[in-house]
């Protein structure tokens, strides 16, 4: 079966770049989660859908960040513009609906904004 | 919100120890707690995932605890071999939904 995938596996580029980052759920999951992971801050949440529908955007870190899941097998993570503190592992992950449900992760995002 | 701590941060054992990673956290008041491992350059595996109506969950040679009261969860590792070598993270969750993430242990078996 296939996992959760993420696109681009790495992204480097300069700072004031638009970047967008890609994520396919498991099919018929229907919650699906954006993480971030930094050394200094380790593993943040930071929107999750759930059918679709943006849930909590409460750890997006400023209007710079934004996320959309136009479908129930595809969502984007967008920075733009792009800063050097934006570089991190962008994790995406989907579950079933509903609590008690382990969460299912991509290999992630490498993004390097320079 | 909801902080958590993990001890220890590193851990080096030879093959065949038994072993326990600890986890605590600030608000006793979860819906459940999760226990995944992340190996390098990897997303996260889920290894166990524990109600908070339970005391512990056990998954092959994985065992994990849970006391929500004193806001603490054990993993318990048996036999442990070079392929449990990886990163373990705890999260618990207050909805059920959105998890708060460990620093995690870092865990080294040597052969």
């Known amino acids: 079966d296939a996992g959760v995938i993420q696109s681009p596996r790495h992204e480097v580029t300069e700072m004031g770049q638009e970047v967008t980052l890609r994520c396919k759920p498991i099919?018929?999951?229907?919650?699906l989660f954006w993480y971030r992971q930094t050394m200094m801050r380790g593993l943040e949440l930071l929107i999750y859908?759930?059918?679709?529908?943006?849930?909590?955007d409460s750890g997006m870190p400023e209007d710079r960040f934004s996320a959309k899941m136009p479908n129930a097998s595809f969502s984007t993570l967008k920075i733009q513009p792009s800063e050097p503190r934006d570089s991190a592992v962008y994790f995406c992950?989907?579950?079933?609906?509903?609590?008690?449900?382990?969460?299912?992760f991509g290999d992630g995002t490498r993004l390097s904004i320079l | 919100k909801q902080e958590v701590t993990q001890i220890p941060a590193a851990l080096s054992v030879p093959e065949g120890e038994n072993l326990v990673l600890n986890c605590s956290f600030t608000d006793s008041a979860i819906y459940n707690l999760q226990w995944f491992r992340q190996d390098p350059g990897k997303g996260l595996t889920s290894l166990l995932l524990i109600q908070s109506s339970q005391r512990e969950q056990t998954s092959g040679r994985l065992n994990a605890s849970l006391d929500k009261s004193s806001g603490r969860s054990t993993l318990y590792i048996a036999a442990s071999q070079p392929g449990d070598s990886a990163t373990y993270l705890c999260a618990p969750s207050d909805t059920g939904n959105q998890f708060y993430f460990g620093t995690g242990t870092s865990l080294t078996v040597i052969p």
């Open positions: 859908f759930n059918n679709n529908v943006p849930i909590d």
């Open positions: 099919s018929g999951h229907n919650s």
């Open positions: 992950a989907s579950s079933p609906l509903g609590s008690n449900q382990p969460q299912h």
